[in-house]
Every structure is written in structure tokens, then in C-alpha cells.
């Protein structure tokens, strides 16, 4: 398997494959991160903000579903909180790309490490515990 995986893949290519996904995660939840920041601007940006009252967290953008859901309505706030999402998931795949990258150099120690931090991350985003 090793020998089949490196005829395609060389270490370098698997860490600039890393490095390109860490930046263009980072550009591409930046640009949507500013359209929705525009799109909300245009939209509230001549409201005079209550002071007064705590409305807290809108529904609507606490869940995957309802962030897609109000992207597809084209509401400003939800394609800033798109944005937030694919932010917070960059380091994520990283982390998952290198899994493929230790197995490619059959490092299984590393492996075994890599895929025991991603499931810390996984368990503590999805699992509920804190509320």
C-alpha cells in the first residue's frame, strides 16, 4: 500500500497539500465572512441599536441547518456565522489530512495520536455536553 500511496504522494506534497488547505480555508471563509458582514451592513446598518434590551443569540444560528437555511434567504448574520463555521473547520481537516499523511508514511503511532485528537475535537463540538 505504501508503495502505491508514494508513486502519487511524497511527504512535501501531502504537507503543501495541508499548507494550500490551511490557506484557502482561511481566504475563503474570510471573503464570505466580509459578504455577509456587507449584505448586513446594507440591510441594518441605519437601525439604532437597544442598549436596553438583551436579545441574545438569534435562532436560527446555533445550528448547521438553520445557518444553511438563512444563507439561502441571503440574511447577513448567518453567512457571517458560514464564515465562522468554515473557519473553526479548517484546523479540522488539517487535522484529518494528517491522518491520510501518517498512514501514507505508515507512522502509526502518530496516526493513532492524530486520530485521538480529532475525536476529542469531534466529541467536545458534538457532543452536547455543556449545553
Keep these: 500500500m505504501k508503495q502505491v500511496l508514494s508513486k ?3 511527504d512535501k ?3 503543501q497539500l495541508i499548507g494550500k488547505q490551511l490557506r484557502t480555508g482561511v481566504i475563503v471563509s474570510s471573503i464570505i465572512v466580509f459578504i455577509g458582514g456587507v449584505i448586513y451592513l446594507v440591510r441594518h446598518g441605519h437601525e439604532q441599536p437597544s442598549y436596553a434590551d438583551f436579545t441574545g443569540v438569534r435562532e436560527g444560528l446555533t445550528s448547521l441547518p438553520g445557518i444553511w437555511q438563512g444563507v439561502m434567504e441571503n ?3 448567518n453567512i457571517i456565522q ?3 463555521v468554515l473557519l473553526i473547520a479548517t484546523p479540522i481537516i488539517r487535522i484529518a489530512f494528517s491522518v491520510i499523511a501518517f ?3 505508515k507512522d502509526f503511532l502518530y496516526v493513532g495520536i492524530t486520530l485521538l485528537v480529532l ?4 466529541f467536545s ?3 452536547g455536553i455543556a449545553g
Excluded: A, S, T
Design 125 to 127: 463540538m458534538l457532543g
Design 75 to 77: 440574511k447577513g448574520m
Design 119 to 122: 475525536g476529542i475535537i469531534l
Design 103 to 105: 498512514l501514507i508514511e
Design 13 to 15: 506534497d501531502v504537507q
Design 82 to 84: 458560514l464564515g465562522i
Design 8 to 10: 502519487y504522494f511524497r
